[in-house]
Every structure is written in C-alpha cells, then in structure tokens.
C-alpha cells in the first residue's frame, strides 16, 4: 500500500511536457515536402528553416536544370513571383519613414497617370497608398485587362505606356477600402511611386536600399546576370517527366515591383532575419527599416477569406495559429511556385521554392506543417 501511494504521489506531480526535439521534427517535415513533391511530379524545390540569423535546416529536391541533370542546392536561384510584393511594400515604408510621402495620400499625388481611371464610387483622390498595401483599392486583379493569352504575347506588359494606354479603359471595380481584393496592378503603382520619389529605377532603388544593405548579394530582378547564370533554375509546365522545359529567365517588364525578384534561399533567409530583427543594431541590415515600421506592416486590417483565418497587413498576409501570428506571403508565376513566412513568437521563419507549375497543393501543404511541426513548438512559455 506504501508503494501504491508513493506511485500516486508522484503521478499527481505535474510532469514537464518532453523537451521539444526539433531534429525529429525536421525530419517529419523533410519527408513530407519530399513526398509531396514526388506526389505533384515536381522537378526541383528547395525548403528551409531558419532561426534568428541561423538556417537550421535545408531540404533539396530534384533538379534545377533536368537535361543538364544539375540538382538542386543551397545556391540554386529560384524567381520568387508575389513575394516581391513585400519588399516594395518594405521600400514604400522606408520613403515614408524618411518623410517622402504619407500612407494616407492619394495615389495619383505620384502616378497622376491614373486620373482618366473610371472611378463610379468617387474620385480617384479616394485611393490611397495605403489602399494599395493592403490590396484594398478597388482595382483588378491581373495587369492585362484584355489580351496576354496569346503566345506571342510578352508574359507582362514591358513598358509604362502600354499600362498608361489603358487607363482610360479601366475602372475602379468596389468602394476603395471596403474589402481586400489581390491586385497586380495595385503593386505596380506602389513601384510608379518609388520611381518617382526616389529619381531611381525600381530595381536600382531596391539594389541600393534594400539588397545590398541585407548582404543580398546573390539576388536581382527578371533576366540572369551572365555570373549567376550556372545557379538558374529552369521552370517547368506539367507534370514529372512530361513536363515542358520553359527554360530560366523571363521578363516581367513593368511589373517587377509586383513579381521579379529572383534569389536562392540564402539570400531570403537573410531577408527573413531582417524582418525577424536578428541583425545588430548598428548594421547596415538594421538601417534598412525601423522594427516598429516593420511590425506596423504586420498589423492585420482586411479578413481576405470568409472564414476570417487570414487577413491582410501592409504588403504582408497575417495569420492567426496557436495564439501567435505569423507573417508571410505566396508566389506563383510561370510556373515558379514559392512561400515564405516569419514568426516573431519563436524568432523562426521557413521558405520555399518550387520550379514547376503542380506545386501548389505542396506548397500549402509543406508551409502549414513548418507553422505547426517546427515554429509553434519554439514558442518559449509564458
């Protein structure tokens, strides 16, 4: 009876839960991306986790290049599609920070061009910068309102005049602020805007202010630079074997401040840490932004599903899991797929890039389990 009551005794003290076995997590994670891949018949992804300034995993999968039979690594240069979107929204707020313009202004204060726009909700002074971050300014969702679905079609417009053409054409399609509503070209304004605060090129501007201070050293904007050609990934449409080499490098013309931006995964780990404040506080990486501008961008203003699981920030989506949030944003373009997000909670953050159009449901898949399975668990209690 002694020995039953010490066993209960000792059942009734409160046990620590095991301690948190993040190589057995990893290796779950691992396995999963790698069969989720198999699954859609992709032809080469990278996954990685980082943590703080360090990257704690690497998972490759298949080839960069299939008929070089080049696989992929940690240098592989993928295009990140939509993720570009929160780096011009990281530009915007930096223009704002050094008192270039208010989120609050009109659009048309720096791309007056979309005056002639049909606005039947008000006038086009309505739409502000800060609209536009959030997705919120009532504009379409792809840049062609017609064409580009012919093969002789560039894959975006190439020059401003030809978007400026149609202008004129467009209208504004809900009350500005209302409701979130993914626009291309809402973004494309953003980097107008950048163009002509700044008297730089977008991408000149991004170099200066935002890659190379973030060491980025290995990332740029649409066609390859003869250097980092032998790390390109091709892309790929279909599925294994009968997908359709479509080669690396495409144009995104006057939409790359909405899509160009191409990287490995060490350099977005870089960019990960920035944002999750891993950087000293006299860097050129800390100089970049302010930590509570960068915060500021993950406050969440819009639900973008009815069911209220995700909303949107500035440039950023914000998600609710555990009690905690996560920042993070999708890409997909001519078959590049790719995620990436940050967790403030655990200091982590994970990304991943797919070369061929099938990954989606991968993507989706392989992005929650990081959420659940490596960056909830980090979470130091209270």
């Known amino acids: 009876m002694a020995w039953i009551a010490s066993l209960l005794a000792l059942l009734a003290v409160p046990q620590d839960p ?29 996954l990685m986790f980082v943590k703080g300034k360090n990257v704690e995993a690497f998972a490759g999968h298949g080839y960069a290049d299939r008929d070089a039979k080049r696989l992929v690594d940690r240098d592989t240069n993928f295009h990140w599609a939509s993720c570009t979107k929160t780096l011009t929204g990281i530009a915007v707020m930096q223009l704002r920070d050094r008192g270039k313009l208010k989120l609050e202004q009109p659009i048309v204060d720096f791309v007056p061009e979309l005056r002639p726009v049909r606005n039947a909700f008000g006038a086009m002074t309505d739409i502000t910068i800060r609209h536009l971050m959030t997705h919120s300014g009532g504009f379409r969702g792809g840049t062609w309102p017609w064409g580009g679905d012919q093969d002789w079609h560039p894959h975006e417009p190439t020059q401003w005049s ?65 250097h980092l050609q032998r790390f390109r990934s091709h ?15 495409f144009d995104t013309g006057i939409t790359v401040s909405n899509g160009g931006l191409n990287a490995p995964l060490t350099d977005l780990a870089k960019y990960l840490s920035f944002l999750l404040g891993a950087w000293e506080p006299d860097s050129d990486a800390a100089a970049v932004l302010a930590r509570s501008s960068i915060e500021s961008m993950w406050q969440p203003v819009l639900p973008t599903r009815p069911d209220g699981a995700e ?71 209270k």
Not at 28 to 44: H, I, L, Y
Not at 203 to 210: I, L, P
Not at 236 to 247: H, L, R, S, T
């Open 18 to 46: 095991p301690a948190f076995d993040f190589h057995a997590a990893w290796a779950t994670v691992e396995t999963v991306f790698r069969d989720e891949c198999k699954n859609a018949g992709v032809v080469g992804a990278s």
């Open 162 to 226: 030809q978007l400026v053409a149609m202008l004129p054409y467009t209208a504004v399609e809900f009350a500005p602020g209302t409701k979130f509503s993914y626009s291309n070209p809402g973004i494309v304004f953003l980097g107008r805007t950048i163009e002509a605060l700044s008297g730089d090129d977008y991408e000149t501007y991004m170099e200066k202010n935002v890659l190379r201070p973030l060491g980025m050293s290995r990332s740029y904007y649409d066609v390859t630079p003869y």
């Open 235 to 249: 892309s790929y449409d279909g599925k294994g074997e009968a997908a359709k080499d479509q080669g690396p490098d």
């Open 311 to 381: 909303k949107i920030g500035l440039c950023f989506f914000v998600q609710e899991r555990g009690g905690t949030s996560f920042a993070t944003h999708t890409g997909g373009q001519r078959n590049f797929i790719s995620f990436f997000y940050v967790h403030p909670a655990s200091g982590t953050g994970a990304l991943a890039a797919f070369n061929t159009g099938t990954a989606g449901p991968a993507m989706a898949k392989v992005r929650s389990l990081c959420m659940e399975r490596l960056s909830l668990p980090m979470v130091a209690p």
